[in-house]
């Protein structure tokens, strides 16, 4: 009996029966602090895959400055991009489907919302749909606070307002806005440099997409084209040209890039992804189907095929 109490005694005195020493008062304070360190990183973490979550860019090249925000899958979800040296700027949603009647292109918020003019074949490039007008006057205040953008019933957006730092960066890069915070889709056709309204000399920020190029205002270009064998057909305002023919009657808008005069030009772009020249010379022209005669001949170089037709001033 003494023996086994004895044992009993020398374990007890090893402390390997004893309970633990109660913690000391540090060591508990900086495991409480670890703790909530770990619920804080714990609730502040992103969800879902890597590299997916929201968040603005500003990228910048020679061409200009771009801000971009990118969606919750990963991608991109929206593209502001403002050229170098031109006062226009662009929206681009890369998840838009183009829309053959549909030119309206919506960007902003309920307070401020600008209204752009959109490629109805959509953007060959990048994809998706691209709004295009004027820098907008308020620029800074049209992203302070989640924006959107729409196109008929599509719906980018909200998206959270960008981070302010980028904000000041890319609207010190897009320069001065236009002295309205919606772009304006077209101006008068019949005076070239003229504003639509009031006679007053036209502006690059307040001639519309299709009137700017360059950073300098177009004459208005304004001529209606057809031809026949195969039949088509041409609207021209500024710089763009709203080709139409048989299997799309309701027009496709195509932008292009301008020199010369609306009676001897050349309208250069792009077209289902294949080259789309129109060149006029001021010369007598019969469309061969009637007797209108027509003080403009056009040459048209579309879909790999040639053609050629009349046109007449608007």
């Not at 929206?78 to 006062?87: N, S």
């Not at 994809?127 to 907008?136: C, F, I, R, S």
Request: glycine content about 14%; proline content about 9%; some cysteine.
């Amino acid at each position: 009996m003494r023996q086994s109490l004895l044992i009993v005694a020398l374990l007890a005195g090893c402390g390997g029966t004893a309970d633990p020493p109660a913690p000391d008062a540090r060591d508990q304070a900086r495991a409480d602090v670890r703790d909530a360190i770990t619920d804080a990183t714990r609730e502040s973490a992103p969800t879902g895959p890597a590299g997916a979550q929201p968040g603005w860019d500003l990228q910048s090249s020679g061409e200009g400055v771009a801000l971009v925000v990118a969606g919750a899958t990963g991608g991109t979800a929206l593209r502001l991009f403002c050229p170098a040296g031109t006062g226009t700027w662009l929206v681009n949603a890369p998840g838009f489907d183009p829309i053959g009647s549909e030119e309206r292109f919506s960007f902003g918020h309920a307070a401020n919302l600008a209204t752009l003019v959109a490629d109805t074949a959509g953007d060959a490039a990048r994809g998706g749909v691209t709004g295009q007008g004027p820098v907008p006057v308020d620029l800074r205040g049209l992203l302070s606070s989640p924006v959107s953008a729409s196109y008929g019933a599509q719906t980018s957006g909200p998206h959270a307002a960008p981070p302010a730092a980028l904000v000041a960066a890319f609207v010190e890069a897009c320069g001065d806005g236009a002295p309205s915070s919606a772009g304006s889709a077209s101006v008068s056709a019949a005076v070239p440099g003229e504003a639509a309204s009031g006679g007053k000399p036209a502006t690059p920020e307040s001639a519309g997409a299709c009137r700017t190029q360059d950073g300098r205002v177009l004459p208005a270009n304004a001529l209606r084209a057809v031809g026949t064998e195969p039949f088509w057909g041409a609207r021209v305002d500024g710089r763009c040209v709203t080709y139409t023919h048989p299997e799309d009657p309701t027009g496709t808008r195509v932008w292009t890039t301008f020199s010369g005069t609306a009676s001897d030009g050349t309208w250069t772009g792009a077209l289902g992804g294949q080259p789309f020249v129109m060149r006029t010379r001021a010369e007598p022209c019969s469309d061969g189907m009637s007797d209108t005669r027509y003080p403009i001949a056009v040459s048209l170089t579309t879909g790999g095929e040639q053609r050629r037709g009349c046109a007449q001033p608007l």
